[in-house]
């Protein structure tokens, strides 16, 4: 399940609709790339269907349940920003495999057809073929249904196979509920997980084109240079004391002349990537136009014979006669050069390894596809022996590295917390599904989480969550089959792989705010081992309404108890996390608050607010994020649960983390410089500053004296722009640290020390380089 809901526009409208429709329709008819405007126009074509389904009242976006004749659990179709097109994601046309199996089982080619056979004893059987073999995949959740369902049926759950295949039932003709047959069993996600599998490599590969620049470079050196010198050594045939056409050319002179020009029109025409030899203020253009007029009989006039004369001294001077040693080095380094393989070439080499192995898969040993070129391959491809396969190369086809997920970050085939956020999904399906009993049942809830993560997310208003794949019929249907121990803190339980995956995301990317799509999936591992602890999304600033749902408290409160006490992080931000405690006990002993159906914490709300400064009433975006930006900085953003009862301990300390955000804070300020749009680079420096305020909180008094003294020493390492940024912030951090405390409006010192935020509604002081 993406990001989107958490990047969209409050404005639910067509107005936001009609926008994306016109950057796709501009795209479609402007973009040099076909491929591209076939893309466009696909985007055009649902943009169109979510502007006629919203004026229609088919859609109602903002909804949890937006297509109007579609229940929550159908997969929708999902544009960009969270907006239904009004298509279900297993709708559409029928699939090939849905034909070819209508065409085995003798039934119509229609998906209501395929549905009854599979009620029948013939069609209960193909499934349970299906579920023993894992021979299957699940690309939508919906394509699990029916193996659900036979399930169901094999183990004498009839009643809820039958509740379940009524449910359906309406949707039978509409939506694909049959699984798509696969050639073997998914691989074990527990033990490894890939970026990309070699289908998806073999298509980066395929789209690499031939480098025009590299490819005209190559060109020069292998056939305009070395025509070039035959040129020069032509003309210097014609030399007396340095000067060319001192005398008469001779007839054999003429003739190899006339050959000469003869080839140069041979070699313009199967050579069009270099066009300085057409220049005719070029040596070669030079030398090549008097070599026509003196063939063709007629004499050259003063200006061409002193430009010919210049060229050849030119060409002299600078690389020497040809044939003495410099020349004759300097040429045959060139010639080595251009007789490289291309990158293009070893990517074609690259397809050959790859085409040998299995294409659904990641790949567990990359190294033989790295190799240098073998000598059966050169006899083949005609590429030179022992050639390297080049880095940009060996990138590509490491990201369909399959690996555990550590060893992956450990490689930098996974660079950032976005892209682990990618691959969590596969390790989660895994965890989570080892609590069903029955290993067949356990396959193919894997199969369908992995599936289920892929549905992409609603934009949704008024505290509206997003489907869980809980509230699935399928899913809830077989409920009963999970059992509690997996959530046992024992070597493999979830609590285990939850607190891996919280230290790996801590310590892999410090300084970096956790991305929704791998908050979610810790919150699913939590729920899954009663952690009892909550775990918050990053809010949409452009979509946000005020309120707070109850887990925003519960988090805080798991903060204070971490924190509370007088830690830096505490004195810092100002809280006074003895009072969030407080607050928390009256909500919970209070009568349950709403709005617009959705539960509240309005306590939490209005401490955000104040701590804002945002007056009651007011709406803006900037308003909304300093409100969120105190529910980050009350909650720590989900650092404190990973740290308290998630227990993380990441191997390389608190102290080498503050250090590492602290270097992220610096990279992060670098690019204000000059940056006309600072504002979103302010944020994420201020949400890094935050991770260090944290990691510092948990350090010995003693050790967060050396780190905070040490601070300048890495500001030193940056331009001197960075420093002056930074220095209230660093003296406000120092004032901190010894006690001191900042002034109600978050400055002391006259505004020579600030405390740092991300957000501000009135103009960051950090946009500026002298704050003094």
């Known amino acids: 399940m993406n990001d989107n809901a958490e990047q969209q526009h409050l404005i639910a409208a067509p107005s936001y609709a009609a926008a994306q429709l016109a950057r796709a329709f501009t795209t479609r008819l402007t973009h040099e790339d076909a491929d591209t405007r076939r893309r466009a126009e696909v985007r055009g074509r649902r943009w169109r269907q979510v502007l006629a389904g919203m004026a229609t009242g088919r859609l109602t976006i903002g909804s949890r349940t937006p297509v109007a004749d579609l229940p929550a659990w159908a997969t929708p179709e999902v544009v960009r920003g969270g907006f239904a097109t009004g298509t279900a994601s297993a709708g559409g046309p029928l699939q090939p495999y849905e034909i070819e199996a209508a065409r085995s089982f003798g039934v119509p080619a229609e998906r209501r057809a395929l549905f009854a056979h599979c009620l029948t004893e013939p069609g209960l059987a193909w499934l349970w073929a299906l579920l023993d073999s894992g021979h299957y995949e699940i690309g939508v959740p919906e394509e699990a249904a029916l193996l659900t369902m036979a399930w169901l049926v094999r183990h004498e759950e009839v009643d809820a196979a039958l509740d379940l295949a009524a449910e359906l039932e309406p949707f039978a003709g509409r939506l694909r509920f049959l699984p798509r047959p696969a050639e073997g069993p998914a691989p074990d996600a527990a033990a490894a997980v890939h970026r990309y599998t070699v289908s998806d490599t073999v298509d980066t590969l395929i789209r690499r084109r031939p480098n025009a620049a590299v490819e005209t470079q190559r060109e020069a050196l292998a056939v305009w240079q070395p025509f070039g010198d035959e040129l020069l050594v032509h003309w210097l045939r014609t030399a007396r004391d340095g000067r060319v056409l ?97 990158h293009h070439a070893l990517a074609q080499l690259m397809l050959r ?47 369909a590295l399959s690996a555990p997920i550590g060893t992956l970050v450990e490689r930098g085939v996974v660079p950032s917390a976005e892209v682990l956020a990618e691959l969590v999904p596969q390790l989660v399906a895994a965890t989570t599904a080892r609590s069903y009993r029955d290993e067949a049942l356990r396959a193919l809830m894997t199969a369908h989480y992995r599936a289920f993560r892929n549905r992409r997310s609603l934009l949704l208003l008024n505290l509206e969550r997003q489907v869980r794949v809980e509230e699935l019929p399928w899913v809830r249907a077989v409920s009963g089959q999970r059992s509690a121990v997996v959530g046992r803190a024992d070597g493999g339980g979830t609590l285990t792989v939850l607190r891996q995956l919280g230290e790996l995301a801590v310590q892999a990317f410090p300084g970096t705010l956790l991305p929704n799509p791998l908050v979610r999936e810790l919150g699913e591992l939590g729920r899954g081992c009663d952690l009892g602890a909550p775990f918050v999304e990053e809010l949409a600033a452009d979509i946000f309404m005020g309120a707070f749902s109850p887990k925003f408290l519960t988090a805080a409160r798991i903060a204070g108890d971490l924190l509370g006490g007088g830690s830096l992080y505490e004195r810092y931000y100002g809280i006074d996390y003895a009072a969030i405690r407080d607050l928390a006990i009256a909500e919970a002993g209070a009568a349950p608050a709403r709005s617009s159906g959705a539960r509240t914490s309005p306590g939490f709300a209005l401490l955000c607010a104040e701590r804002a400064g945002t007056p009651s009433g007011f709406w803006s975006v900037a308003a909304n994020g300093t409100v969120i930006e105190q529910a980050q900085i009350l909650t720590t953003h989900n650092l404190a649960t990973l740290v308290g009862p998630v227990g993380i301990a990441p191997r390389p300390g608190w102290a080498d983390l503050a250090r590492r955000c602290f270097v992220t804070v610096c990279r992060l300020t670098a690019r204000v410089h000059h940056n006309p749009r600072p504002l979103g680079t302010l944020k994420d420096a201020a949400y890094a500053w935050r991770q260090m305020l944290f990691h510092l909180s948990l350090c010995a008094p003693g050790e967060q004296r050396r780190i905070t003294a040490g601070l300048h020493e890495e500001t030193a390492r940056h331009p001197a722009h960075v420093g002056d940024r930074l220095a209230p912030a660093l003296a406000g951090l120092a004032l901190i640290a010894e006690g001191g405390a900042f002034d109600a409006d978050g400055t002391a010192d006259d505004g020579r020390a600030r405390r740092l935020l991300g957000w501000s509604t009135d103009g960051h002081w950090m946009r500026n380089e002298s704050h003094t």
């Open 353 to 399: 390894r790859l085409a040998v192995l299995p294409q659904d898969t990641g790949v567990t040993d990359v190294a033989p596809l790295l190799r240098a070129v073998t000598e059966e391959e050169g006899r083949e491809t005609g590429l030179p022996v022992g050639a390297a396969v080049p880095p940009v190369i060996g990138r590509v086809v490491e990201s």
């Open 246 to 342: 001192e005398a008469a050319p001779d007839d054999d002179w003429l003739a190899d002349g006339a050959t000469l020009l003869e080839r140069y029109r041979r070699l313009a025409a199967e050579h069009t990537r270099c066009t300085k030899h057409r220049n005719a203020k070029s040596n070669l253009g030079v030398l090549r136009g008097a070599l026509e007029e003196v063939v063709a009989g007629r004499p050259l006039d003063a200006r061409r014979l002193g430009l010919l004369r210049h060229a050849v001294e030119s060409m002299v001077r600078r690389r020497g006669l040809p044939g003495s040693a410099a020349h004759t080095a300097l040429r045959r380094g060139q010639a080595a050069q251009a007789a490289l393989p291309s």
